[in-house]
């Protein structure tokens, strides 16, 4: 052994000797690359970008002809070289691709499937991390861009693209074409200072999609660089003149755990908040292996350790969702309340409360995230606190215009002679587009809520700037949205006048973390291809939206601002004949970047739902005559199959909820056929509870994005089938949704910022990013996210760790996974009202 230790320490002197007596070649700024894992990044090194390379002489060039799809052709991406430098302050990269016969412009902004260099910054800390966080950058620079004359208009995409400032002059070169490109440093480099490298290059040779890929570091074998910043090899900054050789560290480890490991201690799994006195109680256990014989459980009191109450677990199953096997401990005949754990053997659940009041808070926190997210006004400390406030975002969008361009099917948008004032409305999510599909679920949410129960949410109540106008606090946040979904109409005289845009975002996404902009140049003389904020398209499903949620606003808000109902009726009625004269505007997904798509193929929900609204609001049996000639009048607005009772897309069963409101003025039979459809559909809820080994109604299928939306509206219907029939089983299916959506689930995690031992920390937004030195805040309490994705779509999530797992187990707690951990208004919304409803309801 000794002697072995003895031989290593040699080794390891004579190549720590050998190293740093090594001299750079004479004609070089830097050593050469130690291939596919270190580049020496020569520094200072006076550089002009001006896509002229004279400047770079000296500087190591390193070529690239390897990867996971290499090229037959030599002439057509058969291999790119690069070279990377610094001034001290800037990084500059400069790239070739061999290239014969450039691709381009043939799939829109997927620029990484057609020829494209790109290159990787890791310029955190963290050089081992294996997911992206806002100082790790992919950059991908295309041939389209070639000539262009500003440096700083470009069309790049990756990862924080947007936000790393890169500027670049793209450029033919003898045999293919290149760029040289720069971007600021967060920090000035020292001689043997670490970053993560990574240099790609896509090809088409074949003129289709991407057939060659070709990948500096070797640690990147499977092209997983765009997802995984771990396998990005090392920039080592050197001193120019220098002869010691500084040679790369051993990264620190810190790669994220999934959710599932955190809560290891606490393995009975409980609503991590609380459970009423007088409801539902329910647990579960999960086991390693199934067990006939059922465990002794135990609550306990948290003050005193008193086993205040004991019992059998009941038999145990499999949950299919999860994977686990889990026993169920009901506790329903306890209630005191008071603090309590849950224990069986050496197991223990996370401390809850048995109480009253469990909602309070969160109701009014729940309903806080819609001011929060307010644009067009300053988000003021008095009413949120130091910690999350801001100046005002965007209020440029009081003048916006048409998009005007090709949009990524290759389709050329006119633009319009028109720019609308779209102001106000809140930010979609962590993203700062506005889109009319999902305002009108939202809104609609809201104002039914308040509907529902006109007393709740009274002047006073919540904490916004409108809370002494003698008008319902809830009514206040809705109108916000409201006056935005006006605002998107197209004026009259114009081509498809009275229709509603589909959403207004801009071209590109913006970097995250970002702290939404107070002006915008929204480019409404079209200068700028790569910048601008328009108003997408109008299409029939946000005319409907608006028809709809004008229609409920002028019923509600009559007695409060009868100026304010009449305008909204008079919207209303022009977007409903807008649509009925185009009724197939069905596209929405334009021009497919920097916004979601928000694309909905069928609109006879839509027509369904306001149908419903306007007649409720006018009593103009036109409107009846519509709606019950729709065949959702007759199944609810839900058939078989459906998983969430309504989303965005799907938005019939918003049309019977609120004739369910007004039921006692339908006809008898009609009024009948309003209640059973909504039992019916709240009874297939209870069965699904009754399969799903976690008490969820929501069954293995119905895990997709933004699945925890679906729980909730899935609850929010059972909610109504309580109110219209008395049964109490409906109430408890309300409980246990909430339960599962407060820890009580195959992640032992509680979606909700705030509420729960282990609780959501790290959402998909730009302002709440949780970089509290830099001025970007964890979020505030009481905001739901996403959930569980069977199919992620997004590199935070796309790891075996988290997309490998059993389907309501995909997520993760990672501010990159906008696929399981985004938030938004339409996800909040349901949130609120069960939260509320529960709340309201002992
Ligand atoms: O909620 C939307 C979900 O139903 C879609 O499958 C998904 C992809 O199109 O988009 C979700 O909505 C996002 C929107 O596109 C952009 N803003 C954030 C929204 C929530 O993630």
Redesign the pocket.
């Known amino acids: 052994m000794k002697k072995y230790a003895y031989l290593f320490l040699l080794l390891v002197f004579l190549l720590t000797t050998l190293a740093t007596t090594a001299q750079p070649d004479d004609d070089l700024l830097a050593p050469p690359e130690v291939v596919g894992e270190v580049v020496y990044i020569p520094f200072p090194v006076a550089i002009t970008l001006d896509g002229d390379l004279d400047d770079w002489a000296g500087v190591p060039v390193i070529t690239v002809e390897r990867g996971t799809m290499t090229s037959d052709d030599p002439a057509n991406n058969g291999a790119f070289s690069f070279a990377v430098a610094s001034d001290g302050e800037l990084f500059y990269i400069t790239m070739e691709s061999v290239d014969a016969n450039i691709v381009t412009g043939q799939h829109g902004r997927d620029f990484w499937n057609e020829d494209s260099l790109e290159f990787y910054l890791n310029l955190s800390e963290d050089l081992a991390v294996s997911a992206y966080t806002s100082a790790i950058f992919q950059i991908n620079i295309n041939p389209g861009d070639i000539g262009n004359s500003d440096p700083a208009v470009l069309t790049i995409t990756g990862t924080n693209s947007g936000s790393a400032q890169v500027r670049a002059y793209v450029f033919e070169t003898g045999d293919g074409w290149g760029f040289e490109a720069a971007l600021p440093l967060p920090f000035t480099p020292e001689h043997g200072q670490e970053i993560g490298l990574q240099a790609h290059a896509n090809g088409s040779v074949a003129g289709e999609g991407r057939d060659v890929k070709l990948i500096w570091s070797l640690a990147d074998s499977t092209d997983t660089s765009w997802q995984n910043p771990s396998v990005f090899g090392r920039g080592i900054f050197f001193e120019v003149g220098r002869t010691d050789i500084p040679q790369p560290g051993a990264a620190t480890e810190s790669t994220p755990e999934p959710e599932a490991e955190a809560m290891a201690e606490y393995v009975i799994r409980v609503n991590q908040v609380g459970y009423f006195p007088w409801g539902i109680k329910i647990a579960v256990y999960p086991t390693e292996a199934e067990v006939d014989v059922p465990v002794e459980w135990a609550l306990v009191a948290v003050d005193d350790g008193a086993r205040v109450e004991t019992g059998l677990t009941q038999p145990s199953l499999r949950d299919r969702a999860s994977g686990d096997i889990v026993n169920l401990i009901d506790f329903s005949a306890f209630t005191t309340p008071g603090t309590y754990q849950l224990q069986a053997g050496d197991a223990y659940s996370a401390p809850f409360e048995i109480g009253d009041d469990i909602y309070r808070q969160l109701t009014h926190d729940a309903l806080a995230y819609f001011y929060h997210n307010r644009t067009g006004i300053p988000i003021e400390a008095q009413y949120v606190g130091e910690t999350w406030a801001r100046p005002a975002g965007h209020v440029t969008d009081n003048n916006v215009t048409c998009f005007k361009g090709v949009d990524n099917t290759g389709r050329e948008w006119p633009g319009c002679d028109y720019t609308l004032d779209a102001s106000g409305g809140w930010y979609?999510?962590?993203?700062f587009?506005k889109?009319v599909v999902?305002g009108g679920i939202s809104v609609w949410t809201l104002l039914n809520l308040y509907e529902f129960d006109p007393e709740a949410f009274g002047d006073g109540s919540l904490s916004i700037p409108e809370n002494t106008n003698d008008v319902p606090d809830i009514l206040d946040e809705a109108r916000w949205e409201m006056n935005f979904l006006l605002g998107m109409q197209v004026p009259p005289g114009q081509p498809q006048a009275g229709m509603a845009h589909h959403k207004l975002h801009g071209v590109r996404w913006e970097g995250l973390p970002m702290l939404p902009p107070t002006e915008w140049d929204n480019d409404n003389a079209h200068a700028n291809p790569a910048g601008g904020r328009y108003l997408m398209p109008p299409s029939t499903a946000a005319t409907l939206n608006l028809a709809a949620s004008a229609a409920q606003c002028a019923r509600l808000w009559q007695p409060y601002d009868a100026e304010f109902a009449a305008r909204c009726l008079q919207a209303a009625e022009i977007a409903w004949q807008a649509a009925q004269d185009n009724p197939v505007f069905l596209y929405g997904n334009i021009p497919g970047e920097g916004?979601?798509?928000?694309d909905d193929s069928n609109v006879q929900d839509e027509f369904y739902w306001a149908a419903v609204e306007l007649y409720l609001t006018t009593g103009d049996t036109q409107y009846y005559d519509r709606l019950k000639a729709s065949p959702y009048f007759q199944n609810g607005g839900w058939q078989p199959g459906k998983e969430s009772a309504m989303?965005?897309?799907d938005v019939a069963i918003l049309g019977t909820l609120s004739l369910a409101l007004h039921h006692d003025t339908l006809p008898e039979a009609d009024s009948q056929i309003v209640r059973d459809q909504i039992s019916r559909i709240a009874d297939g809820y209870l069965n699904i509870i009754e399969g799903e080994g976690y008490r969820v109604p929501m069954p293995v299928t119905g895990y997709?994005?933004?699945s925890n939306s679906g729980v909730l509206n899935n609850a929010l219907v059972m909610a109504y089938a309580h109110r219209l029939t008395g049964d109490e089983r409906y109430l408890d299916g309300v409980i246990q949704s909430m339960d599962y959506v407060l820890g009580r689930n195959g992640l032992n995690f509680s979606f909700v910022s705030g509420y729960g031992t282990h609780s959501m920390m790290h959402p998909h937004h730009r302002f709440w990013a949780g970089e509290p030195a830099n001025g970007f805040p964890f979020p505030p309490p009481g905001v739901v996210a996403?959930g569980p994705n069977a199919n992620p779509s997004d590199p935070a999530a796309q790891v075996p760790q988290v997309a490998g797992q059993p389907t309501s187990r995909r997520y993760i707690d990672h501010r990159d996974s906008?696929?399981t951990n985004?938030v938004?208004i339409?996800w909040n919304a349901p949130l609120a009202w069960v939260a509320a409803y529960l709340h309201g309801n002992h």
């Open positions: 979609d999510a962590g993203d587009g889109y999902n916004g979601g798509p928000y989303y965005w897309g997709s994005w933004g996403g906008y696929s985004e938004t339409n």
